[in-house]
C-alpha cells in the first residue's frame, strides 16, 4: 500500500511547506498499474508540496491529475485510484485557487467514493483527508468548510486507525476548530506518544514536532 504524505495531502493548508528548490514533474507512469500510478500521484503531491514555484506546483497538478484518470481508466471503484484523483484535486485547487470552491467540493466526492470502496485504505485517509479539507476551507459561500461534519470525520479516522499519529493531529486540530481546547490538548499528547513509538524517519518526525509545538502553545491558541 502507497504511504501518502500527511502535509501532501493538506493541501488547503494556506502557507504549505515550501522550498526553494525548483523541482519537475514525475510524468514516467501514465501506463503502469493502480500501484505505480497511486505511487506517482503520491510523489506529485510531496513534491508540490515542497515546491514555492506555483507554475511547477501546476505541472505537478496536471501530472497528478493524468496519473489519476490513468488509473481510473484501469480500474474504476479501486480505493487507490478514487483516493489519488482526491489528491489531484486538491493539487488543482491549489495551483488554481480561484477554482478552489469548485475543485475542493470534488475533492470531496472523491474521497467519499474511495473511503466507501475501502475505509481503511492509507491508514483511514479518505477520513483524515475529508476532515482537513473541512475544517481547513472556508464555509459557505466561498468553499465547503463545516468543522462539525470534519470533527465528525476526524473522529472516524481515529476511531478506525486510533495509533495512527495524523489520525490523532487531525482530530485534534479538529476539536480545536470546535472549541474544545481540553479535547485537543489530549489528542495531540495522544499523537505526540503514538509518534514516539514508531521507528525514526523524517514523517514521524514531523509528526513528533507538530504534537509538541501544538503542546507548548498556551491553552486555547
Do not use: F
Request: hydrophobic residues 45%; aromatic residues 4%.
Amino acid at each position: 500500500m502507497i504511504k501518502w504524505m500527511p502535509c501532501a495531502l493538506l493541501v488547503l493548508a494556506v502557507a504549505g511547506c515550501t522550498t526553494p528548490r525548483p523541482t519537475a514533474p514525475n510524468r514516467a507512469p501514465s501506463a503502469g498499474s493502480v500501484e505505480e500510478l497511486a505511487a506517482a500521484i503520491a510523489a506529485d503531491a510531496k513534491r508540490s508540496d515542497l515546491e514555492s514555484d506555483a507554475r511547477i506546483r501546476g505541472d505537478l497538478a496536471a501530472d497528478a491529475g493524468r496519473n489519476a484518470d490513468a488509473c481510473l481508466a484501469r480500474e474504476p471503484r479501486a480505493a487507490a485510484c478514487l483516493y489519488g484523483r482526491a489528491i489531484a484535486l486538491g493539487l488543482e485547487a491549489r495551483a488554481h485557487p480561484t477554482r478552489a470552491g469548485e475543485l475542493l467540493k470534488s475533492m470531496l466526492g472523491s474521497l467519499g467514493e474511495s473511503e466507501a470502496a475501502d475505509p481503511l485504505y492509507d491508514e483511514a485517509g479518505s477520513a483524515r483527508v475529508r476532515a482537513l479539507v473541512l475544517i481547513r476551507s472556508p464555509g459557505w459561500p466561498l468553499g465547503p468548510g463545516d468543522a462539525e461534519a470534519g470533527l465528525v470525520a476526524a473522529r472516524r479516522a481515529a476511531a478506525l486507525r486510533p495509533k495512527w499519529p495524523p489520525n490523532l493531529l487531525a482530530l485534534a486540530e479538529a476539536l480545536a476548530k470546535n472549541g474544545d481546547p481540553s479535547g485537543a490538548r489530549e489528542n495531540y499528547q495522544h499523537a505526540r506518544d503514538a509518534a514516539v513509538a514508531l521507528p525514526s524517519g523524517a514523517d514521524r518526525d514531523r509528526w513528533l514536532q507538530e504534537a509538541e509545538e501544538a503542546l507548548r502553545r498556551p491553552a486555547g491558541h
